[in-house]
């Protein structure tokens, strides 16, 4: 078993910033794949960033330029450096983290707040 936590999240003004971090532990060996994903009230669940161990990243159209995904695979974690807020990035954020098993765990998300 796998366990992921966030934290990091919270009430922010537009324009700020915030960074998110996800620890996983329990039977950890090997993490492939770690990213987040965000869902606010009445929008769909969306995808923002992924991370492979390699360092390989991707990221959502919505928040490329502003959001930084990173991790560091000693420790077992995943960031999430949030820059130039936006109301619109308010949602609840959870990470999850693919084993190269196949296998897939998930956070319970930490909310963003971000106010105009």
């Known amino acids: 078993q796998v366990h992921l936590v966030e934290s990091g999240g919270g009430l922010v003004q537009a324009g700020g910033s915030l960074r998110l971090s996800c620890a996983a532990s329990?039977?950890?060996?090997?993490?492939?794949?770690m990213g987040w994903y965000r869902q606010a009230p009445g929008k769909q669940r969306e995808l923002v960033a992924t991370?492979?161990?390699?360092?390989?990243?991707n990221y959502a159209d919505s928040v490329k330029g502003r959001f930084t995904i990173s991790r560091d695979n000693a420790k077992n974690t995943v960031y999430l450096q949030m820059n130039s807020l936006k109301p619109d990035d308010t949602a609840v954020y959870a990470c999850?983290?693919?084993?190269?098993?196949?296998?897939?765990?998930w956070g319970p998300g930490t909310q963003v707040t971000v106010s105009s």
């Open positions: 329990g039977s950890l060996f090997v993490i492939n794949v």
């Open positions: 991370i492979t161990r390699g360092g390989s990243t």
């Open positions: 999850f983290a693919d084993m190269t098993s196949g296998r897939g765990y």
